[in-house]
């Protein structure tokens, strides 16, 4: 017996996992299936060590593959596809683990990490785009030790490709022929970047801005993304893909891509959102990742807990691959066919009203989403609203949740920008039915009828419910239950020690239409405790708004780029390290920025140094000064990295400066006394002694020689070996050489210990230092 869609969604709205209780009929244009063109597909590799990589000081391959509309007229817009960090080459038999390498050694095959996307690349080339899916094996050989780099490492990459498709679209020449002569529109391009590969093209619009921006990337998708250095995109429409049962990255930190950038530009006239994807995991985006459909071994990416729900490999609620691939499928080509497309059909698939695509199958999806055209009331990341009744505020941010961890991907903090606040909410605690939080509409923004729905974000960790109301000038009051709506005040599923189930922001979106107020004078609106007489939820983003695509403009906003800064310590302070940065344009309003110094900071020359900073309106530059400790002692040279992240009514370009402050002080000698030890008490004790105070430590390496006494006979070597130190900030010091006590009646014996090598301190070697055994007996 078949059971018919209508069942299957009417048993996925019963279970909790459900966004919102509002989405019941399917988007009337189906993103998921192809459209009317056949598609081509074509490999191109033009060598495997040919371009540039300048973030990792080598050079990468120039590999993808090719989706291409058969007979589509005109110039076409270019999609980019970029994966994440994966295993490089295969070979039978052999653990892939054991093959980091690159170029993949001879007897071994490349994993076409690049080839796993087919599904959504062929669904977009049907309806016209043109699709590239590109290889990162040679920088993720360079990324698996670095948090810093790798992200610039991939946008260099993204960009060395675009120049590639330019020139085939303009030059008949390359492997392609004629074939896209005039055939590619390069100021209409999309980038799609799978976990690392997610911070490479949101690095790759930054490169892109500070390059001039020769390419029009209006259009970013983020799939289960990493984001170290916390860049953001003003300006440009983004959605974030999250996997609920991401292994990979699971604490779901992408979602601070939708957070840093919701109010980091004046006007912002892009459209963003994020995509909650119950049942999928990080890996079965790409089928070179998922198991029984990759040409080279891999695994499921959660690990937890087989049958642990709704994460489990065994459990009912997760995805099969093949219906994750088909989700991916459907919001990857619907955010693409939307933002470069136009295809204002495609809306209520990311405007937060959660309305489904039919080939999405069964998957349980919830949309959080920002409009360009809407009224904020209150962002709620700071003091905002009156308060009255049993109820109490505080904004909050890592301790909204206590021992959050990775179940608070608003609230992730790592480094190296682990002092910028990610995702301030006000959390609303209340003990009673009383509780009232109002926020006034000033004179002149009462009317509220261009915007068609009211909408917050909410998430909490139990079970609870508000009501939202709107009240206007003649008093009228319209009052919805948040349950009635949403399932925001839902906890999400799972039960695993620090990992689920996560607290994460759900939109709770309230149509304005039949609402029975005046909505030409909407005087407040109020959030009540009415529904649950105790409880907590943390609320943020309360505006009106109305679904609306981007309006992409290109330059918009002037470009921050910040300078390395290489100098000499000195002897005497204080004294600073001069980061400038430094805009492409004046800007008619001020410009802020977090930045945040990272690196072995524990030193004695070089302090911390984060916090944000600002460019007043008319002014092209700043300097961020950095206190140094400038002394006298010998030292190493010092080497740290300014970040800067979180910026406002400005794009970021270079993000990253290193700073190099070199030690300019003398080495201290050493000098080593002869050493004197009797039999039965211990050892040799050698002395040592620097001539000034370092802040290096001082090691030496020495060797044992025989002389009088013999070597394993009346002396031995430590167990440890011999390697003198004197320890930084001393001037003194000594080492052991252990005696072997006997009952012999003798003279006093001597040895000599051969210092072989000296760091940290000037001495000729090899250098030679005697030392005496006197007898006891």
């Known amino acids: 017996m078949k059971i018919s869609r209508l069942l299957i969604a009417l048993v996925v709205l019963a279970t909790p996992l459900v966004a919102t209780a509002s989405a019941a009929a399917f988007l009337p244009v189906d993103p998921g299936t192809a459209g009317k063109y056949r598609v081509e597909v074509g490999d191109y590799n033009l060598g495997d060590r040919v371009v540039d990589i300048p973030a990792f000081k080598i050079k990468s391959e120039l590999a993808g593959r090719s989706y291409s509309p058969i007979g589509a007229p005109g110039r076409r817009p270019l999609v980019l596809f970029l994966h994440g960090i994966h295993l490089t080459c295969y070979a039978k038999d052999v653990d892939p683990g054991d093959l980091m390498e690159w170029p993949c050694p001879k007897g071994t095959k490349s994993i076409p990490s690049y080839a796993g996307y087919d599904a959504p690349a062929k669904a977009l080339a049907s309806h016209g785009y043109q699709v590239v899916s590109i290889s990162a094996n040679a920088i993720n050989i360079a990324d698996f030790d670095t948090q810093m780099t790798g992200s610039l490492a991939r946008a260099q990459l993204v960009i060395a490709h675009l120049k590639l498709w330019q020139r085939w679209s303009t030059h008949a020449d390359g492997p392609f022929g004629r074939k896209f002569l ?32 020769p390419f029009g990337i209006r259009a970013v998708l983020l799939l289960a993304p990493g984001g170290y250095l916390r860049p953001n995109l003003p300006g440009v429409a983004m959605s974030v893909i999250l996997p609920y049962c991401d292994g990979d990255v699971a604490d779901l930190s992408g979602q601070r891509y939708y957070d840093d950038t919701r109010y980091s530009m004046t006007g912002d006239p892009a459209a963003r959102s994020t995509v909650l994807m119950m049942g999928a995991n990080h890996n079965f985006f790409n089928t070179e990742w998922t198991p029984g459909r990759s040409v080279s071994p891999t695994t499921d990416d ?78 709620l990341d700071g003091p905002a609203g ?75 960790e139990r079970s609870t419910d508000l009501s939202v ?53 909407v005087r407040s609106v109020e959030i009540r405790t009415d529904r649950v007489a ?24 002037p470009v921050l780029s910040v300078a390395d800064v290489d100098m000499v310590e000195g002897d005497s302070g204080p004294r600073t390290a ?8 004046v800007s008619p309003r001020p410009v802020t920025f977090w930045a945040e110094l990272s690196g072995d900071l524990n030193s004695d020359v070089v302090g911390a140094f984060h916090g944000r900073v600002t460019i007043p309106a008319g002014r092209r530059s700043v300097t961020i000064k950095v206190p140094l400790r400038p002394n006298k002692r010998d030292g190493t040279d010092e080497e740290f990295i300014m970040v800067l992240a979180g910026s406002t009514d400005a794009m970021i370009g270079r993000s990253l ?29 050698f002395p040592m002694k620097l001539s000034a105070p370092s802040d290096r430590t001082v090691n030496l390496t020495a060797e044992l020689r025989s002389g009088t006494a013999k070597l394993g006979v009346d002396f031995v070597n430590p167990q440890e070996g011999l390697y003198p130190q004197i320890e930084p900030g001393q001037t003194t010091g000594q080492f052991v050489v252990p005696i072997k006590d006997d009952k012999l009646r003798e003279k006093a014996e001597t040895f000599t210990v051969v210092i072989t090598a000296a760091d940290g301190a000037v001495l000729k070697v090899p250098y030679r230092v005697t030392g005496t055994i006197r007898d006891n007996d």
């Not at 390069?186 to 093209?201: D, F, I």
């Not at 642990?308 to 955010?335: D, I």
């Not at 105790?534 to 906003?557: C, E, I, K, N, V």
Request: aromatic residues 6%; positive net charge; proline residues 6%.
């Open 302 to 379: 959660w690990t937890a807990d087989a049958k642990a729900e709704p994460c489990g490999s065994k459990s009912k609620q997760r995805l099969t691959a093949v219906e994750q691939e088909a989700v991916g499928r459907a919001y990857m080509a619907g955010f693409f066919r939307l933002e470069l497309g136009r295809e204002t059909a495609l809306l209520p698939l990311l405007d937060g009203s959660n309305t489904p695509a039919r080939s999405a199958g069964r998957a349980v999806v919830s949309v959080m989403a920002q409009s360009p055209h809407r009224y904020d009331v209150a962002r």
């Open 657 to 685: 400066a290193h700073g190099i402050v070199r030690d300019d002080d003398p080495t201290p000698t050493v000098t080593i006394g002869p050493g004197v030890g009797i039999e039965g008490r211990g050892g040799v004790v």
């Open 578 to 585: 001069d980061f400038q940065v430094r805009m492409s344009r």
């Open 182 to 213: 005039g055939k590619l529109d390069l100021r209409r391009v999309g980038l799609m970047g799978h976990s690392r590969g997610g911070e490479g093209v949101a690095r790759a619009v930054q490169l892109n801005a500070d390059l001039g921006e």
């Open 534 to 557: 105790r409880g907590t939820a943390y609320l943020a983003d309360l505006s009106f708004s109305t679904p609306a695509l981007s309006q992409w403009r290109p330059r918009m906003l």
């Open 386 to 460: 009156v308060l009255t009744g049993a109820a109490r505020t505080r904004v909050c941010s890592a301790d909204c949740v206590r021992d959050g961890y990775s179940r608070t991907p608003h609230w992730v903090a790592e480094s190296p920008v682990e002092n910028l606040v990610a995702g301030r909410a006000t959390e609303l605690s209340w003990t009673g039915t009383t509780g009232r939080l109002r926020f006034d509409l000033p004179a002149g923004r009462r009317d509220v009828r261009q915007y068609s729905v009211l909408s917050l974000r909410a998430a909490t």
């Open 469 to 521: 109301r709107l009240v206007d000038g003649h008093g009228r009051v319209a009052s919805v239950p948040v349950s009635t709506v949403s399932k925001a005040l839902q906890p999400l599923p799972g039960k695993i020690a620090y990992l689920l189930p996560k607290v994460l922001m759900q939109t709770v979106r309230i149509p304005l239409a039949g609402l029975a107020v005046d909505l030409r004078d």
